[in-house]
């Protein structure tokens, strides 16, 4: 019998996690019963897909965790609410015992329409960004290292998911509004892509920890390893985001460094994890 691979039992495990969460909090979560369904029907079809290979089997196993990590950023605007309190104010004053001022606040010194154009931009690509290596890594037919890196990148998305539950957040750009003086405004296209990301992103209590920062530096970590032509551009656009955090108030400082460090916890500890996780026999699906 095909057996699970590390990221399927990974996810399947989130699932796990989740459903306990909406059956703790069941009278308070909206659609509960719903939410329990379709997380149900994403692990049985993700089982028949390893257990009943046919012809879509290789790009659903290889791909499907875009889809189903997507869906458990979504059920965070549900899963939240359930158990709101705000970690804003608390997150705020570590910014400001470690910086003696609000950044964002600090920050406006510097704001220019063409910098906050270019820095929106950069926070806007983040998922392509993420996304970019493991195209990369398919074109070329490293399946393996296809794997690892899906498993390394859901690994981080779902940690950082956790973290939202236990320390939600919803960012500078609301609590410490009253305190701006400056307005971000861009030169084409910034409020259009503001606006589509708070579409996007519901009423998201996603701050801390930060998780473009840890993503992102997941991502270069990793596109070092296939050209040096990748490798410099990811590593300026890393540090781009970096800042685009904070500058576009979206994040607390605070939110970054535990991004960071959450990234650097993972890089060392996801490898031996991801060899435990490996199945100890039975056939792999589909190529090599």
Known sequence: MPALWPVDKLILAYLGFAAAVILGWWSAVPEASGLL?????????????????????????HWYPVIYVSFCYK?????????????D????????????????VWLERIVTPPL????????????????????VLWKQRRFPEFRYYAFLVALGFLVSYIGYLIVPARGPRFLLNHLQHVPLRGMWYFQAMQNGLDRLESAAYDCFPSGHTEL???????????????????????????????????????????????????????????????????????RS
Do not use: C
Request: proline share 6%; charged share 10%.
């Open 89 to 104: 104010q608390r997150l705020a004053d570590i910014d400001y015992s470690i910086w003696h001022a609000n950044p964002t």
């Open 37 to 61: 369904v379709v997380q149900a029907s994403g692990a049985l079809l993700l089982l028949y897909e390893v257990w009943r290979p046919n012809p879509t089997t290789w790009v659903f196993r």
């Open 116 to 135: 906050t154009e270019y820095l929106q931009i950069v926070y806007t690509l983040f998922v392509p960004a993420v996304l970019l290596v493991a195209v």
């Open 75 to 87: 059920e965070m605007a549900v899963l939240i609410p359930a158990h709101l309190y705000s970690a």
């Open 216 to 286: 992102t530096i997941l991502a270069w970590w990793s596109a070092r390893k296939l050209t040096k032509s990748l490798s410099w551009p990811y590593f300026a656009y890393t540090l781009s985001i970096i800042f685009a955090t904070v500058y576009l108030r979206y994040h607390y400082t605070i939110d970054v460094l535990a991004g960071a460090a959450v990234a650097g916890a993972l890089l060392i500890a996801a490898p031996s994890l991801y060899r435990n996780l490996q199945p100890k026999r039975g056939l792999q699906v589909g």
